[in-house]
């Protein structure tokens, strides 16, 4: 190979690169929803502080003066948690990981699978489409689809 061949391969990869970092949005800020621009799955929806860190994102939601946190690994790593009522506690598995210009978190446990979609919109809002595949429960093989839109506050 050639210098000017190594050279412009090197320059490819570096440009390709920036081009996929661009693709990514920053939904770091806080956000809140729009009623009017949602479907069922708004009510009761609380106003969300985001922050990124590297491969985390850590979403903040407060409702009635109670807060709660939630970390997303964005690389697709898996993580397990104990889920539900003290006496009848499930395993429920979250992976989150970029898809193109969107962070897909599926959210997996015996009775259900919830797939979230998030992305940035021309005008600027965040929309999250929602799935919701009911595995268990008298709710067992329905699925329920819709989607939330927040504007960003801050």
Partial sequence: MTKRTILSA????????GVSAQDKPNFAGTWRVDPER??????GAAAQTITVEGNKMTINRT???NSQSTVLLLD??????MV?????QQEATTITKWEGNAVVTTFTSPTMKRIDKRFIQEDGTMKID??????GGPRAGT???????????K
Avoid: N
């Fill in 63 to 65: 409702v009635a003066g």
């Fill in 143 to 153: 699925t329920e689809k819709g989607w939330q839109v927040f504007t960003k506050v």
């Fill in 84 to 88: 539900g009522p003290a006496d009848k």
């Fill in 38 to 43: 949602s479907d069922q799955f708004s009510a």
């Fill in 10 to 17: 090197a320059l490819a990869a570096a440009l390709m690169a």
């Fill in 76 to 81: 697709g790593t898996p993580e397990k948690k």
């Fill in 130 to 135: 929602i799935s919701i595949d009911w595995l």
